[in-house]
């Protein structure tokens, strides 16, 4: 775009360290870039006199008026392609140059022989513009310097590989997505390793040992979580699956071949995987998807892969290859759920790998992403070999940045109070004290508290809107009424719509009301009286366009005896279908339909004949599934009318589901009855439990439960008592047989007992009975007694795949073989002591097996995640041994302020043969202090044999 020009240089030396230090040199020819040109990839070719060769100096140009062109905007990789260059003598890894070096520089060119060049697939977005797909570039150097770069876009894409991030960059991306934004990640072993920036922003440091950066001896938090190593090592602890939803240690490596291995960049061989076996393409798992429209693609069909012949050997174009991510997965009633990534997340496709299955999937916060996982997805099957696309994957990518794409609806800018400057949220105008808090269970990684004082006001200036209605919602609650949500006309300062906050624990409220476009500027208020504690987050105004763009199916009017809503949604989520109806005559209900597992929270009558505004929340619990839901507004005589009917996403953490058991509250046993002459009253050494006293009589006590819809349920308490039998039984009243009894003998030490009952369709739907009972003579403390399904038993795990159901691949399946590899997250001493086993199980297909052959073995697994809890922990697992007394169970953790090595606890088996329950009680310091605990969890076998099986972490109530 500019023309050539003659330029006259002269050789300048290169320093000793310019890898570290850059060149230092003095500029030649500079180039101011105009304002017209659009922002994109460019390259200055330098073409020498004579025979020597050119060279090219790539560069993008951001835009001048960011999100003015195109609301997609992409990264180059900038921090990865240093991290990998070695231009003056090194880069942060062992290369032909020499050692690795723990800092270098962007002040040097890049070796365009060496792997630094190649981090970015320039074919993909030839693809694009191919396309016709617009997009606006930067690189993430310039996210890190400006984390308000994101703010204009609607769409965040990065293809290619974006290993390497700072702090800042993470952060920026955690808001983006905190505040509606969407991301679309085309890419493999992203987000591993963190990076400081240096020297005014023109260097990066990474240590890749925690333990060798000079800021991991210090204790400020601040500072801590900016040590340079891998994002879920000890020091940072804070997995990239949180911001991506797939890690590279879930998958690590795939190079599938056909005819024979391949010859690795610095000799020898890549580590390959039979194509045949299913390595290198993804097999699809929710062909109901967006992603898959137009594909005709079934459950277990191939994805992105196909074989060619050259010269008459055969060699595959592939999609999942290369450094590759995924997630821990494993099966819970017939989906693949994962471990240790959000709630929601959804395999859409999965492919085998080295350390587990690169998958393609998606996740909701209060924005979407979507990760293919696979840095080899936009490279191959764009023409960078054989000048072949392969449609399948092109299709998956353009439907993908198609599904994302389109507008951010809420009118409201930082609503998920995701970015702070100078104490308050970014975007508002704030008077009193507030503070960023993370509150579990809300959206996005930070909410707005307004602690209890003088109270505070916040407000934000909200442009003219030219729908005829607004839509005002949140997720929050207070302690007390009179905290509001409001907005004005900014010049009357009449009300167009406002909702209190609720005193209600994490409550999705919504409100409307009309406004005329003719009335100017806006004002949104959140006003808290003092002595109000406010907890507040994903704050949305739509109009009326937004709204109907978010609507599953759109929003929708109707009239008829009855009128229905509704689409194909996703589980693990909370659903708010609202509208307003009204009636003839008589009255309407509205009721849910579906193919499996919704449930309405809370229910509505229409009876009035003028328009009534309704809500009602809806959820289904399995995350994974994706069923067809209707929504149905009947009336019991004559027509309903309805309008602005919608199904809205509120990808929220579901509220939580009323116990099942109900423990005692208060000073009393209630709602506990008593049976017998002994006494029940709260046990004075711990205020979590009651004691029953039996010292005259034979004593028990029993609660009626609700109720339960058929399936398999966990019955769990822990128990502490004098040399006494206590018998622990769930069944209907009466002289029928429980369906679970079990007697316990109770000591000096809390004891855990737990027991799996299923309970089918006519048990479910009858009144249940649970019951303690305790010999004359006894003395029993009870506490945490819980009756849970069994999918929301693994749904609490804080490990993950303790069942070690390992998915399979399809070929796999079909030919009954097993996964016999380490699963993630496991290593053993020695390595080969540890595997998978398909003849000795608890529950499922398969355990994990420890063998000394050869003197003593050790299986160990770290728990990546950070486990921050005011509560104890509790471990659980069932273990089976050959010798007796040969294995030893432990948790080792370390505080961040201790050693790690601090044993948390411990389990050393008595009997041989027979599988064992391990329950161990993991205090992490006092009741209603929190701790981060971090640590491993370890077997040690001194001989034989030993079998592990349903190993869960949760806390303890």
């Known amino acids: 775009m500019a023309p050539a020009r003659e330029v006259r240089g002269r050789e300048q030396p290169v320093p000793a360290r310019a890898f570290e230090s850059g060149c230092g040199w003095e500029a030649s020819a500079s180039l101011r870039v105009p304002e017209a040109w659009p922002s994109g990839a460019y390259v200055a070719r330098l073409r020498p006199r004579g025979e020597a060769p050119s060279r090219d100096i790539p560069f993008c140009v951001r835009a001048a008026s960011p999100g003015a062109a195109s609301r997609i905007l992409t990264l180059v990789p900038d921090c990865t392609t240093q991290a990998y260059n070695a231009w003056g003598g090194a880069s942060l890894y062992v290369s032909a140059y020499g050692p690795a070096n723990p800092i270098v520089s962007f002040l040097r060119p890049i070796d365009l022989g060496g792997p630094g060049a190649r981090q970015w697939p320039r074919n993909f977005l030839d693809w694009l513009a191919g396309e016709g797909i617009a997009l606006e570039l930067a690189s993430d150097a310039d996210l890190h310097r400006d984390p308000s770069?994101?703010?204009?876009?609607?769409?965040?894409?990065?293809?290619?590989?974006?290993?390497?991030?700072?702090?800042?960059?993470?952060?920026?991306?955690?808001?983006?997505?905190?505040?509606?934004?969407?991301?679309?990640?085309?890419?493999?072993?992203?987000?591993?390793?963190?990076?400081?920036?240096?020297?005014?922003?023109?260097?990066?440091?990474?240590?890749?040992?925690?333990?060798?950066?000079?800021?991991?001896?210090?204790?400020?938090?601040?500072?801590?979580?900016?040590?340079?190593?891998?994002?879920?090592?000890?020091?940072?602890?804070?997995?990239?699956?949180?911001?991506?939803?797939?890690?590279?240690?879930?998958?690590?490596?795939?190079?599938?071949?056909?005819?024979?291995?391949?010859?690795?960049?610095?000799?020898?061989?890549?580590?390959?995987?039979?194509?045949?076996?299913?390595f290198g393409g993804y097999r699809v798992l929710e062909p109901r998807h967006p992603a898959f429209e137009g594909l005709a693609r079934r459950s277990g069909d191939l994805l992105g892969r196909v074989e060619r012949l050259v010269e008459g050997r055969r060699f595959a174009i592939v999609s999942a290859s290369g450094e590759v991510d995924g997630a821990n997965l494993e099966w819970v009633a017939g989906r693949a759920v994962a471990s240790g990534s959000p709630r929601n997340l959804?395999?859409?496709?999965?492919?085998?790998?080295?350390?587990?299955?690169?998958?393609?999937?998606?996740?909701?916060?209060?924005?979407?992403?979507?990760?293919?996982?696979?840095?080899?997805?936009?490279?191959?099957?764009?023409?960078?070999?054989?000048?072949?696309?392969?449609?399948?994957?092109?299709?998956?990518?353009?439907?993908?940045?198609?599904?994302?794409?389109?507008?951010?609806?809420?009118?409201?800018?930082?609503?998920?109070?995701?970015?702070?400057?100078?104490?308050?949220?970014?975007?508002?105008?704030?008077?009193?004290?507030?503070?960023?808090?993370?509150?579990?269970?809300?959206?996005?990684?930070?909410?707005?508290?307004?602690?209890?004082?003088?109270?505070?006001?916040?407000?934000?200036?909200?442009?003219?809107?030219a729908g005829p209605r607004l839509y005002l919602g949140f997720t929050g609650s207070a302690t007390a009424p009179g905290a509001e949500v409001s907005v004005r006309e900014s010049g009357s300062g009449r009300t167009l719509v406002s909702s209190p906050i609720p005193v209600e624990k994490d409550s999705c409220r919504w409100a409307f009301g009309d406004v005329s476009p003719a009335e100017g500027s806006l004002s949104l208020e959140v006003s808290v009286p003092g002595g109000v504690r406010v907890t507040l987050d994903r704050l949305e105004l739509l109009d009326s366009s937004g709204r109907s763009r978010e609507a599953v199916g759109g929003v929708r009017r109707g009239?008829?005896?009855?009128?229905?809503?509704?689409?194909?949604?996703?589980?693990?989520?909370?659903?708010?279908?609202?509208?307003?109806?009204?009636?003839?005559?008589?009255?309407?209900?509205?009721?849910?339909?579906?193919?499996?597992?919704?449930?309405?929270?809370?229910?509505?009558?229409?009876?009035?004949?003028?328009?009534?505004?309704?809500?009602?929340?809806?959820?289904?619990?399995?995350?994974?599934?994706?069923?067809?839901?209707?929504?149905?507004l009947e009336a019991a005589e004559g027509l309903v009318h309805a309008r602005d009917l919608a199904l809205l996403p509120l990808r929220v953490a579901s509220p939580p589901s009323p116990p099942l058991v109900e423990n005692p509250a208060g000073s009393g046993p209630d709602p506990w009855r008593t049976v017998g002459a002994g006494s029940v009253e709260r046990d004075p050494t711990d205020p979590r439990a009651f004691r029953i006293d039996a010292a005259r009589a034979e004593t028990a006590v029993e609660q009626t439960l609700r109720p339960l819809a058929p399936g398999r349920f966990l019955l769990s308490a822990w128990l502490r008592g004098k040399g006494t039998t206590a018998t622990v039984a769930l069944g209907p009243p009466g002289p029928d047989t429980p369906l679970l009894r079990a007697e316990v003998e109770a000591t000096g030490e809390w004891r855990a007992v737990q027991r799996e009952v299923e309970i089918g369709a006519a048990a479910g739907a009858r009144e249940l009975r649970l019951s303690i009972q305790v010999e004359s003579g006894g003395d029993l403390s009870v506490r945490s007694v819980r009756l849970r399904p069994i999918e929301e038993v693994l749904g609490e795990d804080l490990f993950g795949n303790g069942d070690f159901e390992m998915l399979p691949s399809p070929q796999e399946a079909a030919s009954g073989a097993d996964w016999t590899r380490t699963p993630p997250n496991w290593v053993a001493l020695p390595r080969e002591a540890l595997s998978l086993d398909a003849s000795v199980f608890s529950r499922g297909r398969r355990s994990l097996r420890?063998?000394?052959?050869?003197?003593?073995?050790?299986?160990?697994?770290?728990?990546?995640?950070?486990?921050?809890?005011?509560?104890?922990?509790?471990?659980?697992?069932?273990?089976?041994?050959t010798d007796a007394g040969a294995l030893r169970l432990r948790w080792l953790a370390g505080r961040f302020s201790e050693t790690p090595g601090h044993e948390l606890g411990a389990f050393l088996n008595a009997r041989a043969g027979e599988w064992e329950t391990v329950d161990l009680s993991l205090a992490p310091g006092p009741l209603g202090a929190e701790e981060a605990l971090e640590g491993w969890i370890v077997l040690d076998l001194s001989r034989g044999a030993a079998w592990l099986d349903e190993v869960t972490v949760e806390e303890d109530p």
């Open 149 to 278: 770069l994101l703010d204009p876009y609607d769409l965040l894409l990065l293809f290619g590989h974006h290993e390497y991030w700072s702090r800042r960059m993470r952060d920026a991306l955690d808001a983006f997505v905190g505040n509606g934004g969407r991301v679309l990640l085309l890419a493999g072993n992203t987000l591993y390793m963190q990076v400081r920036f240096e020297a005014d922003g023109t260097s990066i440091r990474c240590h890749k040992r925690a333990s060798e950066d000079p800021w991991f001896p210090r204790e400020e938090p601040d500072l801590r979580r900016l040590v340079t190593t891998a994002w879920d090592v000890p020091r940072v602890l804070d997995p990239p699956e949180r911001s991506t939803g797939l890690a590279y240690r879930n998958a690590g490596w795939t190079s599938p071949v056909v005819d024979g291995p391949m010859p690795g960049p610095l000799g020898g061989l890549f580590p390959t995987f039979p194509a045949g076996e299913g």
């Open 346 to 465: 959804l395999s859409l496709a999965i492919a085998p790998a080295m350390l587990g299955f690169v998958a393609l999937a998606t996740f909701d916060d209060v924005g979407t992403v979507a990760n293919a996982g696979s840095a080899a997805w936009p490279r191959y099957p764009f023409g960078l070999v054989e000048g072949r696309t392969l449609d399948d994957i092109a299709r998956v990518s353009r439907n993908l940045l198609d599904w994302l794409s389109r507008p951010r609806r809420s009118l409201v800018r930082n609503g998920g109070f995701e970015r702070w400057e100078g104490g308050k949220p970014v975007g508002f105008e704030v008077e009193g004290t507030v503070r960023p808090c993370p509150e579990p269970g809300l959206a996005g990684r930070t909410a707005l508290e307004v602690p209890t004082g003088e109270g505070a006001r916040l407000v934000q200036g909200i442009e003219a809107v």
């Open 559 to 632: 009239s008829g005896p009855r009128v229905e809503v509704g689409g194909v949604v996703e589980g693990g989520n909370v659903y708010l279908l609202s509208g307003e109806a009204w009636v003839e005559r008589g009255s309407a209900e509205v009721r849910a339909e579906a193919a499996e597992g919704w449930t309405l929270i809370g229910t509505t009558r229409i009876d009035a004949r003028d328009p009534t505004w309704f809500q009602v929340l809806a959820e289904n619990r399995r995350p994974g599934s994706s069923v067809p839901v209707r929504f149905i």
């Open 850 to 881: 420890l063998l000394a052959e050869r003197g003593e073995a050790r299986g160990y697994a770290r728990v990546a995640d950070p486990i921050r809890t005011t509560l104890p922990l509790r471990l659980r697992a069932k273990v089976r041994c």
